[in-house]
T-cell receptor, first 115, second 113 residues
């Protein structure tokens, strides 16, 4: 398996534009996590899915952020409209089985810069 | 609420020297503890995890960690550091009744030849 695949690897956009980050989890994994990493706040869990259903989105910073998982092999994280403070590295991770007991495999991340 | 503290933001060691990265957690019950490593430009990779049993846990790449309940700590150690160990290291805590991991802010390790 190629691992968790995220696209794009880098994204530069202007403030106010819509940004969509994509993730393909490892085949067969039933949990998918979206994290955001910044210097100030470290690694924060934004939202996670189990069997394509959002379980906990309490980490989503505000209504500008939304995430979907239309099927077991694809998820998106959308920011609309984007703001400079959204600049961060966004990671997607997947695991098989209960999240805490299972090893989470991370993608390489998407570095988002909003100017 | 669960929390993780990594007191050292940046550590520099010489190649071949021993290493200890500190991690303190806050959680009312038995925690589930993890160490992840992030190489430059890469995602996080699991080094080791502790759920129960032997408090000294062996991981990949020659790393080990010791759970000390009395000190609420889960420090990561390696007897002899290699230049390829230069990376950022994250400690994380999870709880039995949740699928979420709470990560520390990370410790950046620099290795000098």
């Amino acid at each position: 398996d190629a691992g968790v695949i995220q696209s794009p690897r880098h994204e530069v956009t202007e403030m106010g534009q819509e940004v969509t980050l994509r993730c393909k989890p490892i085949s067969g994994h039933d949990y998918l996590f979206w994290y955001r990493q910044t210097m100030m706040r470290g690694l924060e869990l934004l939202i996670y899915f189990n069997n394509n259903v959002p379980i906990d989105d309490s980490g989503m910073p505000e209504d500008r952020f939304s995430a979907k998982m239309p099927n077991a092999s694809f998820s998106t994280l959308k920011i609309q409209p984007s703001e400079p403070r959204d600049s961060a590295v966004y990671f997607c991770a997947s695991s098989l089985g209960t999240g805490v007991f299972s090893t989470a495999f991370f993608g390489q991340g998407t570095r988002l810069t909003v100017v | 609420a669960q929390s993780v503290t990594q007191p050292d933001i940046h550590i520099t060691v010489s190649e071949g020297a021993s290493l200890e990265l500190r991690c303190n957690y806050s959680y009312g019950a038995t925690p589930y503890l993890f160490w992840y490593v992030q190489s430059p430009g890469q995602g996080l990779q699991l080094l080791l995890k502790y759920f129960s049993g032997d408090t000294l846990v062996q991981g990949i790449k020659g790393f080990e960690a010791e759970f000390k309940r009395s000190q609420s700590s889960f420090n990561l150690r390696k007897p002899s550091v290699h230049w390829s160990d230069a990376a950022e290291y994250f400690c994380a805590v999870g709880a039995y009744n949740t699928d979420k991991l709470i990560f520390g802010t990370g410790t950046r390790l620099q290795v000098f030849p």
